[in-house]
């Protein structure tokens, strides 16, 4: 029989505990000298307090969307690791994907699952591992490619522009992948095509608020928006399904 495994058990809620406090302090750290900086260079206590309040109102949509996150992780893995991995460098788009294509892999389903010590730090350990080489990539060809793109766009900017939608369109297709993944099991396979589809339109009506009405200010919001609406939508879009069935 295999051993429960408790997720939410008091070292881990320390380690963790640790580890985001010292990543908050080094946040912290951060603001003092950037702030420290922006006085030597004249800019005055009224600029600096209006600009790190605007950053702190647009940071509250987004921490929205990755608190939901932690808890529709925690209901599989516990708390302390989404908490880990979602306030110091993942983000629910890759998350879930990761956890949930590990605990298939090992033969289990991500929201029915019964974790042990092997299973968890299996689902724990392809979390990490696939986020690591992001890590690598990004200051060794981050700038290269950077100046590439810069070249390009200089070249030709059509051509430029065409390649970075092209980029994004591939990274997109990755995600499709997942949402039509299920489609052959009938009805309910389609419940995140449906579910994508209303996160979708929740998105093209911030763009006519943002478009039409000249509400600027929800740039910043349409993906959490589109984001915690998908979330909201999934719950009545499964009973309907459901009871269609």
């Known amino acids: 029989m295999s051993r429960i495994f408790d997720p939410n058990n008091a070292f881990m809620y320390g380690v963790v505990a640790v580890i985001i406090l010292f990543v908050i302090s080094m946040s912290v750290r951060f603001i003092a000298m950037a702030w420290k900086r922006a006085k030597k260079l004249g800019i005055s206590s009224a600029v600096l307090r209006k600009t790190a309040v605007s950053a702190a109102i647009f940071t509250i949509a987004p921490a929205v969307s990755i608190l939901l996150g932690v808890i529709a992780l925690s209901k599989s893995l516990g708390f302390p690791l989404p908490w880990l991995r979602l306030s110091v460098i993942g983000a629910l788009t890759y998350e879930a ?3 949930a294509s590990a605990a298939s892999a090992i033969g289990y389903d991500l929201s029915r699952l019964i974790l042990d010590p092997e299973v968890f730090a299996s689902i724990a350990w392809v979390m990490t591992l696939g986020i690591i080489p992001g890590m690598i ?28 939608t092209a980029l994004f369109l591939g990274m997109i297709s990755a995600f499709l992948g997942m949402v039509f993944a299920t489609v ?40 959490p928006i589109s984001m915690l609406g998908g979330m909201a939508l999934s719950l ?3 009973n309907l399904v459901n009871t269609l069935l």
């Open 236 to 238: 009545p879009i499964t």
């Open 97 to 99: 994907p990761a956890a």
């Open 184 to 223: 052959t099991e009938g009805l309910t396979g389609w419940i995140p095509f449906f579910v994508m589809t209303a996160a979708a339109g929740l998105m093209c009506l911030c763009a006519v608020f943002v478009k039409v009405l000249k509400w600027k200010w929800m740039e910043d919001y349409a993906l």
């Open 137 to 164: 990539l990004v200051p060794v060809f981050g700038k290269k490619i950077e100046n590439g793109l810069i070249r390009l766009r200089a070249r030709d900017a059509r051509w430029g522009q065409l390649f970075m």
